[in-house]
């Protein structure tokens, strides 16, 4: 009986999932096994020996989604400038095709919208879990709860992922720093720099 190597088969199931994203960003969650297969370089057989259907690799890349943004997010905040840039450069440069296609698809179909809510649920847990370490350190805005914020954060985000739909002229950079500048204002960052410091000390 062949040992499968734990490190190998998760690199593997990885690089399946990223192939599974770039069709469903390209066709939408109606592409097929076999247009995943040719995205990744495999059969059908060898998917299915780490993905049983369509349906578990995109339960598969909602879970990656979140535990990339769980290692992203647990960065240090010793900084007004630390979150947004940490928030900004998890949502930057993604594309809107596959969120709106989901989105549209939840109200067709039951198990998607569940697992879309759950999803959802789950990345604002640990966007006011981030928030909330800001809040302590007295750098981010305190007079909402943290969930209440994280709220209000998922929703500019999500929206601004129509950015390039509305002005395909706008590029990744450009693109990041206007979430930068969206992000410091949903959470209210309050300035550290020496001169804000010595002008609130004189008022």
């Known amino acids: 009986m062949r040992t499968v ?21 390209a066709e939408g969650v109606q592409a097929s096994i076999a247009s995943i297969c040719a995205e990744a370089g495999v059969s059908p057989g060898h998917l299915y020996h780490y993905f049983p259907s369509k349906e578990a690799i995109l339960e598969g890349l909602f879970q990656l989604v979140l535990d990339e943004a769980a290692t992203h997010l647990s960065g240090d905040v010793h900084d007004a400038r630390d979150l947004p840039a940490l928030v900004a450069d998890l949502y930057s440069g993604k594309g809107p095709s596959l969120l709106f296609d989901l989105l549209a698809e ?3 179909n039951a198990a998607i919208a569940d697992r879309l809510r759950r999803h ?15 809040q302590a350190a007295g750098l981010v805005d305190d007079t909402l709860p943290a969930p209440a914020l994280a709220t209000l954060l998922l929703a500019a985000l999500d929206g601004s992922k129509a950015i390039r739909l ?15 500048a969206l992000v410091s204002r949903v959470l209210g960052n309050r300035p550290t720099s020496p001169t804000a410091s010595s002008a609130t000390a004189q008022d």
């Open 5 to 25: 190597n734990p490190d190998q088969h998760e690199k593997k199931r990885r690089e399946l999932l990223r192939a599974a994203q770039r069709r469903f960003a």
């Open 106 to 108: 939840s109200q067709r």
């Open 120 to 134: 959802s649920a789950e990345m604002k847990q640990l966007l006011a879990s981030a928030i909330a370490r800001g």
């Open 166 to 180: 509305r002005d395909p002229a706008v590029d990744r950079g450009h693109e990041r720093e206007m979430l930068l």
